[in-house]
């Protein structure tokens, strides 16, 4: 069926406009949608149930009341300034600003970061679907290359278009699956009462509602915080997020689509807190219906799926881990378009410029590009496992330690008057330094782990105050000599601070 919508959605795809922004005249319905289907893929799908399992809800509630803080950013302060402007990728923006380095830095961290979200992406499913059917680990290549397949076919054939019409698909399976999960428990238990748990369980790690205590994996303001800046960063600079609102009329449509997208996703996040809850008490009552060899307290990412493939009726568990595929492909090819978007402005248009490409052959080297990053994505997603925690903390530590920085970019460009290029530039360099110390501090210094709750907030403050304190330094009118010794004098001090940090190790 993605095969299919790819296929017909090819014949309309003529022009770059259409590829990449379908015209800009799609309904904010489904651009929200499509939004949701973007940025909240099987990682999270898989993940939120399993974190309500092993650790608790705090995660989900705190969440939750983040989301409306966050549209309120979004759409006040972010959305006026991306619809402005006729462009194709929201790091043209930049260069209107600070210039062309600038652009160029925000465009290299969004190609990496995506290139790490759609290899997640592939890892999740894949792992998804061994754990579903049974069959040897071994078969984890294979089935990764057959969903980079997938996506990649579909995308490249029917662009944007065809990514965002998948999307209302995806949404339906998913809230189907879990619709499907909590009614099934709730027949199977003889209630709602039976498993709704009335106390916590012996496994779940303390979450107390605030504390500074860095060790402490997960706090209630800590979640809160951390989820509504990961939101903001994510919807302020991250080239799949811009690319819907561009494909909306205008600011005012682009308002409503990122409100149909936060509408989804708290719907689709509240269930998924009720399928955990429901998965815990379920399994609680049913210790003898656990995958053999699993412990409850540490088989949260693995329970949903096993119990979607195992609790279901035949034919309908069929379908509910096709939605799994679907929302695995779904995660990996916006990420696809919006990466050859990004290459489109950075690379395609400047051969245009110079009377080499016509706009049919723009199209077509567009989806040679998507055959490339397919088979980078695919061969990537076979080195997440060696990233440890569960899902929610293996993306933080992989996908969101670039949208701090990348978003610092566009804060300093839109909202600090005296910003330069050089200081935007260092001040990502170090809160991207940061996020990889805080994610990685117990590897890097043997001591005990910091919770990734800390990545956002700290990456995010160093970068606006490291960008901010660059900017003031007078380099405008200095020769080329010592602008770059100061730079290299900057970089070589970061360097020093983190080989400081390292050798705290016992």
């Known amino acids: 069926l993605l095969l299919g919508t790819g296929l017909f959605f090819a014949r309309r795809q003529k022009t770059t406009e259409v590829y990449f922004v379908a015209g800009r005249n799609r309904s904010p319905l489904l651009a929200g949608v499509s939004l949701f289907a973007a940025l909240f893929t099987i990682i999270a799908y898989i993940g939120i149930p399993g974190e309500v399992v092993q650790n608790g809800p705090v995660l989900v509630l705190g969440s939750l009341c983040a989301l409306p803080f966050s549209y309120f950013v979004i759409s006040r302060y972010l959305i006026p300034s991306f619809m402005r402007l006729p462009i194709t990728s929201g790091y043209e923006l930049l260069e209107t600003r600070l210039g062309r380095p600038v652009r160029v830095t925000a465009s290299i961290t969004f190609i990496c970061v995506r290139l790490v979200w759609m290899a997640l992406v592939i890892y999740a499913a894949s792992g998804v679907l061994v754990n579903v059917t049974g069959c040897d680990r071994r078969w984890l290549p294979l089935i990764a290359a057959g969903i980079g397949s997938i996506a990649t076919l579909y995308t490249l054939a029917g662009g944007i278009e065809a990514v965002m019409t998948t999307a209302v698909l995806q949404f339906g399976l998913l809230l189907l699956g879990a619709a499907l999960t909590i009614g099934l428990i709730t027949l199977y238990a003889g209630g709602v009462r039976p498993w709704w748990p009335d106390q916590a369980p012996a496994h779940w790690m303390p979450q107390p509602f605030f504390s500074v205590d860095p060790t402490i994996r997960l706090t209630a303001v800590g979640t809160f915080i951390s989820y509504f800046i990961s939101t903001v960063c994510a919807g302020g600079s991250d080239q799949v997020a811009i690319q819907r609102y561009l494909t ?100 395609i248009e400047p051969l245009v410029r110079r009377g080499s490409t016509l706009e049919g052959s723009k199209v077509r080297i567009a989806r040679v590009l998507s055959l490339g990053i397919g088979a980078i994505i695919t061969l990537g997603s076979l080195a997440m496992s060696q990233v440890s925690g569960n899902l929610v903390e293996v993306s933080s530590k992989t996908i969101n330690v670039f949208f701090y920085p990348m978003f610092s970019l566009f804060f300093l460009a839109l909202f600090v008057r005296f910003a330069t290029a050089t200081g935007a530039i260092l001040g990502a360099i170090y809160g991207l330094t940061t996020a990889i110390v805080v994610g990685y501090w117990d590897a890097l210094t043997g001591m005990p782990r910091v919770s990734f709750q ?12 490291a960008g901010c304190l660059f900017s003031l330094v007078p380099l405008k009118g200095r020769s080329p000599v010592v602008s770059w010794t100061f730079r290299i004098a900057a970089l070589i001090a970061l360097a020093f601070v983190v080989a400081r940090v390292a050798a705290l190790h016992p």
């Open 454 to 465: 800390w990545i956002g907030p700290t990456s995010l403050l160093v970068s606006l105050a």
């Open 248 to 347: 909306t009329r205008d600011a005012a449509a682009a308002r409503r689509a990122v409100m149909f997208g936060h509408i989804s996703v708290g719907t689709v996040m509240l269930s998924l807190g009720f399928v955990g809850a429901a998965l815990l008490g379920y399994f609680t009552l049913h210790p003898e219906q656990l995958p053999p060899g699993s412990v409850l307290g540490r088989a949260g990412d693995g329970l949903f799926p096993y119990f979607l493939s195992h609790g279901l009726p035949t034919g309908v568990s069929g379908l509910v881990v096709a939605g799994l595929l679907t929302s695995a492909v779904s995660g990996v090819a916006p990420g696809i378009n919006s990466i050859i978007a990004v290459l489109n402005q950075e690379v």
